[in-house]
């Protein structure tokens, strides 16, 4: 079992940055990989940066060079750093990690990214 808390979430305008935090309850290297989702309205939830155990890194499409995830073990946080953004990056941004043994996800409340014209 693990609790996941987002923050760091808000309205910005096109063009800045915001930067996410996902606290996590336990050891983040109890799991193999730690991951940022969001959601856009009247869309279908999209994996957008995953980190996994050996620090290994991956992006969708859409945010690769702008996005960065990364980590910090000593406070069990994991980070969404978002430069560059657009109104399409708007959403409802969740952390999530899995318990690959037990076959069980894990996810965070979810915050608002909000990005204006």
């Known amino acids: 079992q693990v609790q996941l808390v987002e923050s760091g979430g808000g309205l910005v305008q096109a063009g800045g940055s915001l930067r996410l935090s996902c606290a996590a309850s336990r050891s983040i290297f109890s799991f193999n990989a730690m991951d940022w989702y969001r959601q856009a309205p009247g869309k279908q939830r999209e994996l957008v940066a995953a980190i996994t155990k050996g620090g290994n890194t991956a992006y969708a499409d859409s945010v690769k060079g702008r996005f960065t995830i990364s980590r910090d073990g000593a406070k069990n946080t994991v980070y969404l750093q978002m430069s560059s953004l657009k109104p399409e990056d708007t959403g409802v941004y969740s952390c999530?990690?899995?318990?690959?043994?037990?076959?069980?996800?894990?996810w965070g409340q979810g915050i608002q990214v909000t990005v204006s014209s």
């Open positions: 999530h990690t899995q318990n690959a043994v037990l076959r069980q996800d894990y």
